[in-house]
């Protein structure tokens, strides 16, 4: 039996219905591996037994609130097995739960305007060193030789657990500021891609590959890398 990934969108800002759609349509070229269901505005689909029917959940939501039981259903099938993977977003939800944010593994901050700007991958973060081993990237994708990638995106500046594995970021005022990381939450896995403000940005090829990138890495066996604390 193939496993399934829900796209979950909704909240109060972005597009989310657009780009879930694009999420999805990036997530059937894997349909040799996985089922995808795309859902709009319904949180009840965290509760359980809902979200038991799910392997991996990619989730696109802005703002809003969880229930008791849509948040213990979620925090709990993650703890157990999960498999979740936050896009762009969803570092903004539910600000009056602590305890989702502790399961993603930071806060949304602010933003500067919408831009390009430079994204560093961590070749040695082992969830890019599976998904761009052998990736021969395309032309356009200027300084791949050092792992470097120019994007056109709104830049999320995060308030983040120290002890998550950056996995790619990208400078804005002289600091660094992760793009991408990866953190356990009891036997579950957590990936989060702040990329993908609008369609335009989930439409580049990098968005999608650092998407791919993720969902393997929380689907795989390999275990997290014990969380180091960084100062």
């Excluded at 349509?25 to 996985?34: C, F, G, R, T």
């Amino acid at each position: 039996m193939m496993k399934k990934i829900l796209v979950l969108g909704g909240g109060e800002f972005h597009d989310y219905t657009g780009c879930c759609q694009l999420i999805e349509k990036h997530l059937q070229s894997l349909a040799d591996q996985y089922t995808v269901e795309t859902v709009i505005g319904d949180l009840d689909r965290l509760k359980r037994p809902q979200i038991d029917a799910c392997d991996i959940i990619v989730f696109y939501w802005t703002k809003d609130k969880l229930t008791p039981d849509q948040k213990h259903g979620l925090l709990e099938w993650c703890a157990e097995k999960g498999k979740f993977v936050g896009i762009h977003c969803a570092t903004t939800a539910f600000r009056d739960c602590p305890e989702y944010e502790s399961m993603l593994g930071g806060r949304f901050k602010k933003h500067p305007p919408y831009r390009q700007y430079c994204v560093f991958v961590d070749q040695k973060h082992p969830a890019m060193q599976q998904h761009f081993e052998a990736f021969q990237a395309p032309a356009e994708w200027l300084n791949w030789g050092q792992h470097e990638c120019w994007v056109r995106d709104e830049q999320f500046l995060i308030h983040y657990d120290r002890r998550v594995n950056i996995a790619a970021s990208a400078a804005f005022n002289g600091e660094m500021w992760p793009v991408a990381w990866s953190k356990p939450w009891g036997n579950g896995k957590v990936f989060y891609l702040a990329l993908g403000h609008d369609v335009q940005a989930c439409s580049s090829e990098f968005f999608r590959q650092m998407l791919f990138a993720g969902v393997h890495w929380v689907d795989s066996e390999v275990p997290e890398p014990t969380p180091v604390f960084t100062t």
